[in-house]
């Protein structure tokens, strides 16, 4: 046991770039290859690549990425000062040396340990970002030292040690007694109630305490009744400033039994399983699957004809869950993880302005396709998710359902422990079912940073994919289907053709049957499907559907503008068997009925005592275009406006005169008209509900006004600009471009696109994902193909060797989504790209078959800016949620923009505050430069608000840009 714990100094950094100069080619490479963000140090030298290998922001990103027994092997030799031998490392963890080597092995692997002497060596930049590391505090003698040598002194008699000394004295005699497990368990003996049970806690949670700030807490704090007091008056806690305390590192590690991690495992826990019959699994995967995509046509059919009305915070409410539940026959949460699903999969949108939930335009594409390809439509969405669906229609902290359509669960790494959960699960054998439980367990080891952040727990994760594999009858009984494992191991075309073979035949025959019921023996085509389904209910659902003949059924369908006749002739040309007397009679007899009554509307009407004069009215010419229709000789109605049939009236020389409900004429005078108490501003014009709602024109956001304000000048590329100009903006900003499709899916409201190619095969997430998941380590392919990473990491070696910087690169090629740039001193500058999106509608009236209703584009905007002529104007509001936090840091990052941010402490839960410029936020970190040059990763999870900074409070804080 370290007497004490030292953090590693800049002074062993000095041995890393004569490390990589004696470092082989292949091994050279194969780091390049794990750390590709490496690669874009210019100049390309060892001291370069050296600074930025041991940089937190690049060192931090792939410990995070490492799974658990790396990342407690790295910390544990943090704990040992940063340096240790492979002995001493394996003796603290409680393992064989021979155990422990292929756990450092994955760390040499990608240098954040490197071996020399004899001794193993930490990252710099780990030992530098992992501020408390094993979940450990500072050492006991950085925290006595603070003391004063009286206080030192009653310590050392309370704890039956000698209280008399020099201060380093007491400091090195305490610190010695409360390292030793045997003496700290007899000092807890005679200990008040809760104080033993208080310290294990810390020892094995967190070794900050919150001991509060009033003057009666003190005095309890103070006391030795109080567990916290009797602790705090030995030194087992130390109170280093008012109203915390804080747990020395050697006394937790005596409480752990001198172990840093008592649970370390150098081998990934096993995958428990449970005997399963496969051909049943099968069965039930394949007729949930089905009904699956006859529930998304239910309900996205029910939404286009009525469209569900969003709540004033966004989301579906619970009454609209209902309504749309009893479509699919399914509760509100199920349907909640339904239209989750039919959005990430670009079939339902926002219209923003009338705030509701629409299918899209490609709803309609989806329903011409057989039922196996619209299966894989919806796959292919569940795949690439930003969001965990099954957080909507769950139970929020007080109890209320969660709304579908708010992106509740947008953490950022949802697609990649997706990913993650896929595939282990695709490792079950035939015949075998896995638990939630070891499911959770085992991802937790792989990838402790997707699976244990943010505070919900694994296990409700776990629980939660089981519960979307068997909605898409992935999995039945948490063990993998036939085509469902082709789809978990990658393969979603052999998956979506499996279930092709096991979806029932596409018929076009109907057999109806004396009691006004109609039976489906198959799959029904689109435009067959479609005509049933207007002029029958459906009643039953599955391999034989069966729908029923009503006169409200046929009702409808006679309103539609089918006849009697038409009916008729669509049955007897798909109802090979003949149509029913019954069935007959009932359709010839609402045919004769249907119409014999008219209704319609008018807006207004004409009246005169002289039919002459009306007449000649209808026959004018001019007048054709007001719709006007006799109803008897002395009136005329017409459809349009009052105002606009006198106008067109008096142009055509009719001196028309309104009239009150009762006959008399109606007096109108003109309205006096007065500015209000504070007139316009010049150049200013009043806010439109695009404004209001926080759209512009063109999809741009409300506050990207900037130059249009009182210039009357549009910003947008393709708009006033003419096409040199536009050229040369373009070829400006070209790099950007390339990172378009490189983006992974934002943290904000829904960043779908709905228009995506219905036969195109999924990505499998961006690079980060990859990894995690257990693809490409650490970053993956840096943008380009497989085949072009090898060369450009070659070049960049062959230009170490010699001294030079590798070939330049075409703007935006090899880089990773969301990195920036290299300056030259090996630091990194975040990039300047922006990004936006646009919204549309349409109806689908004019399409054959369309029923004309209505469709939304995409939903919302993407949260990044875009690109732009001019200064942005820095937003005044504080982002306080993830997407907003996200949109801020990355609108931030792309304008160089100052912030100050409020975070939660990893240990004690307090939160602090930091002024910084953001450089980047990748993979679930967002890394600060702060004023005096250091950076700072902060968990974005552990963001609380963030606000961007005003120039003069950059100039205040140290943060005038220096590039």
């Known amino acids: 046991m370290p007497a004490s714990i030292t953090p590693l100094h800049g002074a062993a950094a000095g041995r890393w770039p004569a490390l990589l100069a004696a470092a082989s080619d292949e091994a050279l490479l194969e780091l390049l290859e794990l750390r590709p963000e490496l690669q874009r140090v210019s100049p390309a030298s060892y001291e370069a690549l050296a600074g930025a290998l041991v940089s937190p922001a690049s060192a931090m990103p792939s410990f995070q990425r490492l799974d658990r027994a790396a990342r407690q092997a790295l910390e544990a030799l943090c704990v040992l000062g940063g340096s240790a031998s492979p002995e001493r490392l394996a003796a603290v963890l409680g393992c064989d040396r021979d155990e422990l080597e292929p756990v450092l092995d994955r760390l040499r692997r990608l240098w954040l340990a490197v071996e020399g002497g004899g001794e193993l060596v930490a990252n710099p930049g780990v030992v530098a970002g992992v501020r408390h590391p094993a979940g450990l505090g500072r050492s006991c003698r950085s ?13 050392a008699a309370r704890l039956g040690v000698a209280g008399r000394g020099p201060k380093p004295t007491l400091v090195e005699a305490i610190g010695d007694l409360l390292a030793d497990p045997d003496a700290l368990a007899a000092a807890f003996e005679g200990a008040p109630d809760g104080a033993e049970e208080l310290a294990r806690r810390m020892a094995s949670s967190s070794p900050v305490l919150q001991l509060g700030y009033s003057y009666s807490a003190y005095e309890r704090y103070d006391s030795e009744r109080s567990a916290s007091g009797w602790l705090l008056r030995r030194g087992i806690l130390v109170s280093p400033s008012w109203g915390i305390a804080e747990m020395p590192a050697e006394v937790a590690l005596a409480l752990r039994g001198g172990l840093v991690f008592p649970d370390f495992s150098s081998r990934p826990p096993p995958l428990a399983t449970s005997p399963v019959d496969q051909d049943a699994v099968d069965a039930a995967g394949t007729e949930a699957a089905l009904r699956l995509v006859r529930d998304v046509f239910s309900l996205l059919g029910s939404l286009g004809e009525v469209p569900a009305k969003l709540l004033k915070g966004g989301g579906i409410g619970v009454r609209e869950l209902r309504r749309l539940g009893k479509a699919c026959d399914r509760d509100e949460s199920q349907t909640a993880l339904l239209l989750e699903l039919c959005a990430a999969a670009g079939l339902l949108g926002i219209e923003p302005y009338e705030e509701v939930a629409l299918p899209t335009p490609a709803f309609d594409r989806f329903l011409e396709q057989p039922s196996w390809h619209r299966w894989r439509v919806l796959a292919a969405g569940w795949l690439e998710a930003p969001l965990e669906l099954s957080i909507a229609g769950s139970s929020d902290s007080d109890g209320k359902l969660v709304p579908p359509l708010v992106g509740a669960g947008g953490d950022g790494s949802a697609a990649a422990r997706r990913l993650l959960l896929c595939r282990l699960l695709a490792t079950l054998p035939a015949g075998q079912a896995g638990e939630a439980a070891s499911l959770a367990n085992l991802a937790s080891w792989l990838s402790p940073m997707l699976c244990e952040r943010p505070a919900s727990s694994a296990l409700l994760r776990a629980q939660r994919f089981l519960a979307e594999c068997a909605l898409l009858g992935v999995s039945a009984s948490a063990a993998p289907t036939v085509f469902g494992r082709l789809l978990l191991g990658g393969d979603l075309d052999a998956a979506a053709s499996l279930l092709e073979k096991a979806a029932p035949p596409v018929v076009r025959e109907l057999v109806l049957q004396a009691d006004l019921t109609v039976i489906a023996p198959g799959e029904l085509p689109h435009d067959l499907r479609f005509e049933l389904a207007l002029l029958a209910d459906l009643e039953s659902s599955g391999a034989a559907a069966v729908y029923r003949f009503s006169e409200r059924s046929l009702q409808r369908g006679l309103d539609a503008g089918r006849s009697a006749a038409h009916v008729l002739g669509f049955l007897e040309r798909h109802a090979p068997r003949g149509v029913p007397q019954s069935l007959r009679y009932l359709i010839e007899d609402l045919g004769r009925r249907h119409g014999r009554l008219r209704l319609g509307g008018a807006s207004c009407y004409l009246r005169s005592e002289e039919p002459s004069l009306l007449a000649e009215i209808v026959s004018t010419r001019r007048l054709s275009r007001l719709g006007l229709r006799a109803l008897a000789p002395t009136v005329l109605v017409s459809t349009a406006p009052a105002e606009k049939v006198e106008a067109a009236l008096r142009d055509a020389g009719y001196l028309a005169a309104a009239e009150e409900p009762d006959g008399t004429l109606s ?3 003109p309205a006096q008209r007065r500015a209000g108490a504070r007139g316009a501003l010049p150049g200013w014009s009043a806010p439109t509900r695009a404004t209001a709602t926080g759209q512009g024109p063109g999809g741009r956001q409300a506050g990207d006004v900037g130059l249009d304000i009182g210039l009357g000048f549009d910003r947008d590329l393709d708009a006033d600009l003419d096409a040199d100009l536009d050229a040369e903006i373009a070829a400006e900003l070209g790099e950007y471009w390339d990172e378009l499709d490189e983006l992974p899916p934002g943290d904000g409201r829904h960043n779908l696109w709905s228009g995506r190619d219905l036969d195109a095969t999924p990505a499998r997430g961006t690079p980060a994902v990859a990894a995690a998941a257990g693809g490409t380590p650490a970053g993956g392919t840096p943008g380009g193909s497989t085949k072009e990473r090898p060369d450009a990491a070659r070049a960049f070696v062959a230009g170490l060797r ?58 919302g905007a993407l949260p990044w800016p875009r690109p732009g002529l001019g200064r942005r104007p820095r937003p005044g509001t504080i982002a306080d949620g993830p997407a907003a936090i996200h949109g801020l840091l990355a609108e931030a990052t792309s304008n160089d923009w100052g912030v100050r941010a409020c975070y ?17 936020l990748h993979h679930g970190i967002a890394t600060f430069e702060l004023p005096d040059g250091e950076l700072e990763p902060v968990p974005a999870t552990h963001l609380v608000w963030v606000r961007v900074l005003t120039e003069a409070e950059e100039e205040a804080n140290g943060l005038v840009e220096d590039w």
């Open 667 to 669: 007096v109108r005078r």
């Open 143 to 155: 925290l006595l030292s603070a003391k004063t040598s009286k206080e030192l002194g009653e310590i």
């Open 904 to 920: 939660r402490d990893d240990l004690s839960g307090a939160t602090r505050e930091l002024y910084g410029r953001p450089l980047a």
């Open 802 to 859: 010699a001294g030079s910087s590798p070939p330049r690169r075409p703007p935006g090629a090899g880089r990773p989504p969301g990195s920036g740039r290299q300056s030259g001193s090996g630091r990194l500058v975040p990039a300047r790209g922006r990004l936006g999106g646009r919204e549309a509608a349409e109806v689908d009236g004019d399409r054959p078959g369309g029923t004309g209703a209505r469709r939304v584009e995409r939903i």
